[in-house]
């Protein structure tokens, strides 16, 4: 630990620092596990992965330092300052350029479709894991869900935004087979939220948002999702919806996002698009 | 860069009949073994005979067979795995003499983390292959401190990853016949 220096706590278990080696900025995730086995054998896998995933727009796990408890380690990440709610919030007007939706899209994109060809399901996408360099509108996507989830569960910042609106149906229901799909459903999530500036499915509760998703992308039926009714036994509970227009809903994005829209946000995980076939949709075309 | 070579009329796909089996990953397969090969290099690990005082290449030909004695249920990959944390630890940090078998066996302990998928291995196991000169606490300094020297990093193309697919080129034999090959 010596290399770093504290500057600010962001939150709990999370610092900013410097590097005192290139006075570089760096973001600092302390990371706990039960002591007794020594390190997780599944926190190694996923560490070597992250150490071999290089790419532009995914934040660069830097270094991982042992920190001075024994069953602690800490991981150093690349700092950026500006995500994704406040990027809209500071620059609405840079926002309503078309162009501007069309670029950070395709980089999120660009992220995902290399995440998903190493078979890894982020789990988490969101605005505020996704950050945009204002210089340069360069965005990087951070933050595995897998830290929380497996090992520090109760970190969950109540500021924080509200993750579930950006979760897939098939999460919500508690499908247990889910897999890179719900990386795509999140990104359709943003694509919407980056044309409107506010959320698409945006429930007040986790427990509403899947009576919010119907309400706007039609309760599913074995013609729409074959199969649903049985994998999610209160669907009867749901109202009928029928799907409203998306173009409606999201004004402003041209008939081609629309379509595209509808892709990234198709309710059957089985029937969604790819990331790396929505790379090659129309809407990238000029 | 990798440069690439066109596929030639008389080549063989050895991949082709995994196509079928999801957990051969034969969509990816190219690009897992560029990656081998690209990193191959990087992680190459130098003789370091002359840097550590207290090893010779006879002590570490007995201490992989005193570990493979040590460790029966021990898979092939786990062991090729176990031998490059080993020596990539050496070559960068001296050892005593009586810690060098720890060393091994922590090693042995990563790589067995990092390859067998079901459950973790139980730490315990490992202090008894030790007959327990050192303690719970030691194997679980030395885990962290070995794992700080890689960097966490154990993407290392060992031997195994080339050896398994040369041996499918050699001539198409079956799983079982691989796994005599690489025992002997």
């Given amino acids: 630990m010596e290399k770093y220096k504290l500057i600010a706590k962001i939150k709990k278990g999370v610092f900013q620092g410097l590097c ?119 965005l990087k996507i951070t933050d595995f869900v897998w830290p929380r989830t497996l090992f520090n569960s109760n970190t969950e910042d109540p500021n924080e935004e509200l993750g579930f ?44 948002q899947l009576a919010k998703i119907f309400s706007i992308m039609g309760t599913p039926s074995e013609e729409t999702w074959p199969g649903f009714s049985r994998i999610y036994r209160y669907l009867h509970i749901y109202n009928h919806c029928k799907p409203k227009d998306l173009r409606k809903l999201v004004t402003g994005l041209e008939p081609a996002g629309i379509d595209l829209l509808h892709k990234l946000l198709y309710m059957d995980p089985k029937g969604r698009i790819t990331a790396r076939q929505a790379l090659e949709h129309v809407y990238f075309q000029n | 860069k990798v440069a690439y070579c066109p596929k030639q009329e008389n080549f063989v ?83 005593a003499n009586r810690e060098l078998r720890c060393v091994g066996v922590v090693a042995m302990f990563i790589a067995s983390k990092y390859v067998e998928m079901l459950t973790d291995p139980m730490v315990y196991d490992f202090v008894e292959i030790l007959n327990n000169q050192h303690e719970k606490q030691d194997v679980l300094v030395m885990e962290k401190w070995i794992l700080s020297q890689l960097e966490w990093s154990l993407t290392v193309p060992t031997p195994y990853v080339f050896l398994t697919s040369f041996l499918k080129a050699a001539a198409s034999i079956t799983p079982l016949e691989i796994e005599v090959h690489i025992y002997f």
């Fill in chain 1, 20 to 138: 005192l080696l290139s006075s570089q900025t760096v973001t600092l995730k302390q990371l706990g596990f039960p002591d007794n086995e020594g390190v997780p054998g599944s926190l190694i896998k996923e560490i070597t992965l992250l150490q071999a995933m290089r790419h532009a727009n995914i934040i660069r796990l830097i270094d991982v330092v042992n920190h001075q408890e024994q069953s602690s380690i800490v991981l150093v990440y690349e700092s950026m300052e500006t995500n994704l709610t406040s990027f809209i919030r500071i620059y609405p007007k840079v926002m309503k350029i078309p162009r501007t939706i069309k670029e950070l899209l395709r980089q999120i994109l660009l992220a995902a479709s290399y995440y998903h060809s190493f078979n890894i399901v982020h789990g988490g996408i969101k605005p505020a894991n996704t950050f945009i360099d204002p210089a340069t509108n360069t």
């Fill in chain 1, 165 to 208: 609106c950006y979760k897939a149906p098939e999460i919500l229901v508690e499908h247990k087979q889910f897999s890179t799909a719900i990386d795509v459903w999140s990104v359709g999530c943003i694509f919407a939220e980056m044309v409107t500036q506010k959320p698409l499915f945006s429930a007040t509760s986790e427990f509403h």
């Fill in chain 2, 13 to 95: 796909d050895i991949d082709a009949q995994d196509v079928d089996n999801e957990l051969a990953a034969v969509e990816y397969v190219e690009d897992i073994y560029i990656f081998h090969k690209l990193v191959e290099n990087e992680t190459r690990v130098n003789d370091y005979m002359h840097t550590q005082p207290k090893m010779t290449e006879k002590k570490r030909e007995s201490l992989i067979d005193w570990m493979i004695e040590a460790r029966d249920a021990f898979m092939n990959e786990t062991l090729y795995l176990t031998i490059n944390i080993g020596d990539i630890f050496l070559a960068s940090k001296t050892a």
